[in-house]
């Protein structure tokens, strides 16, 4: 019975069975008592009211009609054929009796009316209906059939199959409800049908605290998923475009199918619409749409079922009938999937932490033994998760392959994780209700002899950072020592990371001493300390902890605390801490000043700039040519690297420039194989990937991608799916030649330039100017007035300067009102050292002048009123004439 399809049965293939009990431990926790909704009062009213044999026995058809009619337009939330209701009353009579009389099995009687061409099985009722009708023979023990209460059943790993029988599918789905019950005899049915549906819609360890919709009992979409796919369909293809652009022959059949539908010849019209649309995908999608079709049916069924829909979705959604097809298909493709990350964190939940508070209650043996699932669940698999990630995305690539520290990472207890079981020798409890996951150097004797990047779980909340105790005697000496010597330049590696701003410092055996650290001096005597920490502490009741997001956020303090773990691994620190500190080659540092200096640029400019970075990671410096806006991008991004080369790509698009080149892509080479050449293609990264790799490694140091003449290449070529990713970064794609899983590091930063004025240039779509922040950068005489009384001009007449500003200014006031302020002249034309008459004219006659006739369309005879002794009037001096030598 292929349309009994898994609904959510992508929840199936990606997700790792869970555990039964530890989950309804959960849920009695979470949830004090399933939400009630009309449809659960529609199902345990009909027994008395219209669901019995003597209503059945008793009432003529126009009553039956409208009571079914009535529970139909409960239970579904989007019902396509109340009509068949009246037309089929007899029949219907029939397999409502047999569904409450008949001897045979329930599941046998189920599937008489719900498989296509069965005895009782009515064309237009499907297994939404039959779904609650059965609920309601017995509320109180039978399960509510529908796709997210099996989607529940089959990730408890009590549905293995979904078979295309509905005898035996609901069969096995009353198996697995009893399974539930028998492990939780306190639950109702009700409760059960809830917590079934909120464990099928788990994302993390936490059971879903919102109530089950509607549409969780239907087999079909809701009403507001219709909705959505209508404004997806309008988004890709306007109405009235489609009208404009159908051909007649589409036209004619779509006639001929109202024509059809509105004389009852339902054949006929659904001829028409198929030879409108002959694309069978459509055909193959509305089993998912309505529940009542299916294939096997006969054309005039088909034709009647498909005419209700469609009169419902015309009139219901103001659907246009050249829409029809394309909304069928857009409201059942499947929900898009997050492509699997590599050592996936599951997230803890709220029981972590209440398992671990019984633990500090001096529980026994016995007491595990009763609950060995949950703290397996609860607690083992997120610590397990937890470290490989972190191992996996940080430890290993950027702690042992860049900085060469060979920690130890295994996720077993004695290596990176602690041991559940305490060994005190039977002096208080068995069990350790703190665990850690600790990350220290192998060469070691264990984890207590070295400083550690560490995790600390405990029943108030997660612990992370940098730890330093009192049995790592060797380990303390060397960073005391170094903290000493060297306290200024850490100082300002960890200020440069924004330890001071993010992290708290600790002290004591517990690190229960908070201490407050602001300076060099404080560093010292803080690190004087026999049992340190410095990190963060996230409280149990936040929701990062329920997320993979805290792998993120713990790899980057991690990468923060680098410096100081760099104090206690390394004899001579200073290499590391000089370039985590930003420190150019004995140069001044390139901070605020330095920018202003540079740019002429405010204060209060660039803080609108880091605004806009924190709202969306990519920003386009867009003008006319001659503003500097390359300058810029180049000195913002030396200001966000703290003047860091290596942290900084430029790449400049042009109409050739490619995928291959930015993301990856295949590339021939000749490698020497047994002394003979052979070709291989390898796929090898772009500049994109490779700068990703780089800054995921590094993540507490921005990372800057300056992209010049943005425009000028083919975008949606050039970025492809990763457009995506420019505003998910949270999330992955699969690269098409790798086929690995990427996404965009938090940390790394887009600055793009655009010449709005380029004709050659492409004209960005509404999708990706939408992924970035646009800055306009104006002609600004302000900035070159700046400029030129830094750099004082070579001309013996002490007025040339101004007169330079206001030939600059009147010229593009004169352009901006003839032919648009898209048509002027950037200031940095005028930028030039030891500017005088001679070298004025050079540039307006070799930069200005062409800019100018490019403008004017080439029209040489309109250039005359744009020179300068035009624009100042007999008393500006004016630059050479086009055939005066620049030197006479």
Same mark, same amino acid.
């Given at each position: 019975?292929?349309?009994?399809r ?8 990606r997700?790792q ?33 219209? &669901? ?38 007899? /029949?219907?009579?029939?397999? /409502? ?47 509510? +059939? ?5 989607? @529940?059943?089959?990730?408890?790993? &009590? ?56 549409a ?23 109405? #009235? ?6 051909d ?15 004389? @009852?010849?339902?054949?006929?019209? +659904? ?9 069978a ?7 998912? /749409? ?38 069928v ?8 999937v997050?492509?699997?990350i ?29 609950r ?9 698999e ?8 972190l191992?996996g ?15 130890e ?5 004695g ?14 409890g ?5 665990? +850690?996951?600790?990350f220290?150097? #192998?060469?070691?004797?264990n ?53 001071f ?5 600790w002290?004591g ?25 410095v ?20 790899l ?47 204060? &209060? ?6 605004g ?14 001659g ?17 860091r ?35 291989t293609y ?43 990713l420019?505003?998910?970064r ?6 098409p030649?790798?086929?690995?899983s ?14 709005a ?7 960005l ?85 062409? /800019?100018?006739l490019d ?10 009123q744009?020179e300068p ?12 004439s ?5 030197? @006479?």
């Amino acid at each position: 019975m292929n349309r009994l399809r898994h609904k959510t049965g992508r929840v199936r293939d990606r997700r790792q069975l869970l555990p039964l009990k530890p989950l309804i431990e959960l849920y009695r926790s979470a949830v004090s008592a399933p939400h009630p909704d009309p449809l659960c009062d529609a199902i345990r009213t009909a027994p008395a009211s219209w &669901l019995n044999v003597a209503f059945l026995d008793t009432a003529d058809d126009g009553r039956l009609a409208g009571a079914i009619s009535g529970f139909m337009s409960a239970v579904n939330p989007l019902p396509f054929h109340l009509g068949v209701v009246e037309r089929r009353a007899p /029949l219907l009579r029939h397999a /409502l009796n047999h569904v409450l009389r008949g001897q045979d099995p329930l599941p046998d009687r189920l599937a008489r009316c719900v498989t296509p061409g069965e005895v009782y099985a009515v064309p237009g009722l499907g297994p939404t209906f039959w779904a609650a009708v059965v609920k309601a023979l017995d509320p109180a023990r039978l399960p509510f +059939w529908s796709p997210a209460v099996e989607a @529940g059943l089959t990730r408890l790993g &009590l549905l293995p199959e979904l078979p295309a029988d509905t005898r035996v599918r609901f069969e096995r789905v009353m198996q697995g409800f009893e399974a539930v019950g028998t492990a939780a005899p306190d639950l109702s049915a009700w409760a059960i049908d809830d917590f079934l549906i909120r464990v099928g819609r788990m994302t993390s360890r936490e059971i879903p605290t919102e109530p089950p919709a509607a549409a969780d009992r239907s087999w079909s979409p809701d009403p507001e998923r219709i909705r959505a796919a209508v404004r997806e369909v309008r988004t890709r293809s306007p109405l #009235r475009k489609r009208i404009r652009e159908v051909d007649s022959e589409t036209t004619a059949a779509l006639v001929r199918f109202q024509a059809a539908a509105r004389d @009852g010849d339902f054949e006929t019209a +659904w001829d028409a619409f198929r030879r409108a649309f002959p694309d069978a995908r459509w055909e193959h999608a509305l089993r998912h /749409l309505d529940d009542a079709y299916s294939p096997s049916l006969s054309p005039t069924d088909r034709g009647r079922l498909w005419c209700e829909v469609a009169a419902v979705l015309r009139e219901r959604f103001r659907i246009h009938p050249l829409e029809l097809a394309d909304v069928v298909l857009a409201a059942t493709a499947p929900a898009e999937v997050e492509e699997p990350i590599d050592a996936a964190f599951g997230g803890f939940c709220s029981d972590t932490f209440a398992f671990l508070d019984d633990l500090s209650a001096a529980k026994g043996k016995e007491w595990m033994t009763d609950r060995r699932d949950r703290y397996q669940f609860v607690l083992r698999e997120p610590l397990v998760e937890l470290c490989e990630a972190l191992a996996g995305r940080y430890v290993l690539p950027v702690l042992g392959i860049e900085y060469g520290w060979d920690l130890e990472a295994a996720a077993r207890p004695g290596r990176a994780l602690t041991s559940i079981c305490k060994n005190d020798f039977g002096r208080s409890g068995p069990y350790q209700s703190v665990q +850690w996951i600790t990350f220290y150097r #192998r060469e070691q004797e264990n984890r207590r002899a070295d400083a550690q990047f560490f995790i600390r779980v405990a029943a108030d909340g997660v612990r992370f950072g940098f730890h330093l105790g009192r049995s790592a005697r060797e380990a303390g000496k060397q960073f005391r020592r170094n903290v000493q010597e060297h306290a200024e330049v850490i100082h300002a590696a960890l200020a440069a990371g924004g330890v001071f701003d993010e992290c708290r410092f600790w002290a004591g055996d517990d690190l229960g001493s908070q201490v407050a650290v602001r300076t060099a001096a404080d560093l010292r005597q803080w690190a004087a300390n026999k049992t340190l920490g410095v990190g963060k502490h996230i409280p149990s009741d936040a929701p990062l902890l329920r997320r993979d997001e805290l792998v993120g956020e713990i790899l980057l303090t991690f990468d923060r605390l680098v410096p100081a773990f760099a104090c206690a691994a390394e004899l001579d620190p200073r290499p590391l801490l000089s370039r985590r500190a930003g420190a150019t080659d004995g140069g001044p540092p390139f901070d605020r000043a330095a920018f202003t200096r540079e740019t002429f640029l405010s204060d &209060l400019w660039l803080d609108r700039i880091l605004g806009l970075l924190r709202l969306k990671r990519q920003l386009i410096f867009q003008g006319v040519p001659g503003t500097g806006k390359t300058h810029v991008g180049r000195c913002l991004a030396r200001f966000l690297t703290r003047d860091r080369a290596e942290n900084v790509r430029l790449v400049q698009f042009h109409p050739a420039y490619s995928y291959e080149e930015f993301v990856e892509g295949i590339r021939v080479r000749n490698v020497e194989v047994n002394g003979r050449s052979e070709v291989t293609y390898p796929v090898e990264d772009g500049v994109l990937c490779a700068f990703a790799e780089q800054a995921a490694h590094r993540p507490s140091e921005p990372h800057v991608l300056v992209i010049d003449e943005f425009n000028r290449g083919n975008l949606p070529r050039i970025f492809g799916e990763l457009l995506y990713l420019l505003e998910y970064r949270d999330q992955a794609v699969t690269l098409p030649y790798s086929k690995r899983s990427f996404r965009l590091p938090e940390n790394l930063l887009v600055v793009a330039t655009m010449n709005a004025a380029d004709r050659s240039a492409v004209a960005l779509d509404q999708a990706l100017r939408r992924r970035f922040s646009f800055v306009e950068m104006p002609p600004d005489p302000a900035i070159l007035a700046g400029w030129l009384e830094r750099h004082p001009p070579a001309d013996p007449e002490e007025a040339f300067g101004p007169r330079v500003v206001r030939v600059f200014e009147e010229l593009n006031r004169r352009l901006a009102r003839d032919l648009g302020p898209d048509r002027q002249v950037g200031h940095s034309f005028f930028m030039v050292p030891d500017l005088d008459a001679a070298k004025l004219a050079v540039v307006w006659e070799h930069h200005v002048r062409p /800019l100018l006739l490019d403008y004017l369309g080439g029209r040489h005879e309109r250039l005359a009123q744009y020179e300068p002794e035009q624009l100042l009037g007999d008393r500006g001096r004016r630059p050479r004439s086009r055939h005066e030598p620049v030197g @006479g």
